[in-house]
């Protein structure tokens, strides 16, 4: 495999979360060019110059070419595709959505944001739902889903109880106010016995997760968390074809055995096509009443996966009893004040601005997919009559 051929096989795991395809299948790295020194200058054709998503897809090209070997530098230049790129991105777009997802009731203008790990007890419902308050503290509606069918949580660790009501035969989410956001949150704790073992498999359980994405009233998003289950298996394979355009925060512990079953977690989202957004790091040091650090579970992991996956480390959160015990309780700390609060605004905070900025969908590819649908006659809208002769455009 040559240098560039290489470095563009690269890019195919830097995901439009929009479109929930790789750039490199979209058209959108129209050159790439790496000189013998070793530095590269490619080229990234946006669908609209000013696409808001813009930040987003530098960052992860140049994380995913820094990375290479024998690459000394990186340019980017970014431009905009002409009427031809965006007809031929525009098809393989339809047929991706047509082929892979089916509709649901989750907003078009939420991010989606999957929860996961490499393997259970590193504490990933913790952090999915003290995010998912955070978020919601902002003054954002946010939308949890406990996609852990077998091990649920999410309803105690929120204090929630309560029955599911139907509203036009769709399940309506159990709300909770958080300051001047709201949090909606669906969970098979909300209709099974606690105390029972669910003993599912894997079909029955991705038609479950589909039910709550399909025939759930979820109303206006700004984000919709999703809680998934330990490992790599049914879910996270049925998310990835129901929900494409979702991305993955992966949660691990600092110890390097947990980086290298985490780093599976990464693999799979990104063989499904999903944008792995970040890293973080959970029960990092802990720190006495006395004011002494302890590394007790080592320490660097959340930073190594991070660098070997090439995205970035979101943030870290210290090993406190105090996140342990307030979901015993009920009562997640990041509804309250002190240090653990603080840790998770942070952290809300940095996903806001940075690693998955709220969506504006009138101005980037969903408009113009949709301008483009209503200008161009059917036949052209679709892979054949952009000069494909297979099911499936290039």
């Not at 089916?102 to 590193?122: C, E, F, N, Y």
């Not at 996609?147 to 309506?172: T, Y």
Request: charged share 25%; aromatic share 4%.
């Amino acid at each position: 495999m040559t240098g560039e051929h290489a470095l563009r096989e690269a890019l195919r795991a830097v995901i439009d979360p929009e479109l929930g395809d790789n750039i490199v299948d979209l058209g959108m790295v129209p050159s790439l060019r790496m000189d013998p020194a070793g530095n590269v200058v490619v080229e990234v054709a946006l669908t609209v110059a000013g696409c808001p998503l813009r930040a987003q897809i530098e960052r992860d090209v140049r994380i995913r070419l820094e990375n290479q070997p024998g690459v000394t530098s990186v340019e980017i230049r970014t431009t905009e595709m002409d009427r031809r790129s965006k007809e031929a991105l525009m098809a393989r777009a339809r047929w991706k959505a047509r082929e892979s997802a089916p509709p649901t009731m989750v907003p078009d203008s939420a991010r989606v944001l999957a929860i996961g790990s490499g393997k259970g007890g590193v504490g990933k419902s913790s952090i999915a739902v003290n995010l998912a308050v955070a978020l919601a503290r902002r003054g954002l509606t946010i939308g949890l889903l406990d996609a852990d069918i077998w091990g649920f949580s999410v309803p105690r660790l929120l204090g929630l109880q309560g029955e599911i009501e139907a509203r036009k035969g769709k399940m309506v989410p159990l709300e909770r106010r958080m300051g001047d956001g709201r949090l909606r949150v669906l969970s098979m704790g909300f209709l099974a016995d606690e105390e029972r073992a669910i003993m599912w498999r894997g079909l029955i359980l991705n038609r479950a997760v589909q039910q709550f994405l399909e025939d759930a009233h979820w109303g206006d998003l700004d984000y919709l968390l999703i809680d998934l289950p330990p490992g790599t298996g049914d879910v996270q394979m049925g998310l990835a074809r129901m929900l494409p355009r979702t991305e993955l925060l992966i949660v691990t512990t600092p110890q390097l055995t947990a980086q290298r079953v985490a780093a599976r977690a990464a693999d799979m989202a990104r063989r499904g096509y999903l944008r792995v957004a970040g890293v973080i790091e959970n029960m990092s040091d802990f720190t006495c009443e006395h004011g002494t650090t302890y590394a007790l579970f080592g320490s660097g992991g959340g930073e190594r996966l991070a660098t070997d996956v090439g995205v970035p480390l979101v943030g870290r959160i210290p090993l406190h009893p105090a996140l342990a015990a307030g979901g015993d309780a009920g009562m997640p700390v990041a509804a309250g004040d002190g240090e653990l609060a603080a840790q998770f605004s942070a952290l809300a905070g940095r996903i806001l601005a940075d690693i998955a900025p709220l969506i504006e969908t009138s101005s980037c590819s969903a408009r113009m997919l949709e301008q483009l649908e209503r200008a161009l006659p059917a036949s052209a809208a679709s892979p054949a009559g952009a000069g494909a002769e297979t099911s499936q455009p290039s």
